[in-house]
């Protein structure tokens, strides 16, 4: 999304990045199969958090919790 970045004064549109979150970890440890199915939540951007970064400092500016 579109923003001012509060470190560099850049007025920039934030880079996204999924990461792993809370959520991811949650299901990873729900899971006992050992079959690596474990392992999906990891690839499923919908159940991670995602990180808005500024693509010109690299500051990370927001971090949106899925839990
Ligand atoms: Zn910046």
Redesign the pocket.
Known sequence: MRTL?P??G?Y?VTVTTAVPGLLTWLLCSGCRCFLGCCLVPFFVKSLMDVSHS?P??K?ELYHYHRV
Do not use: G, L
């Open positions: 970045c470190y560099c850049n920039i500024c010109v400092c500051h």
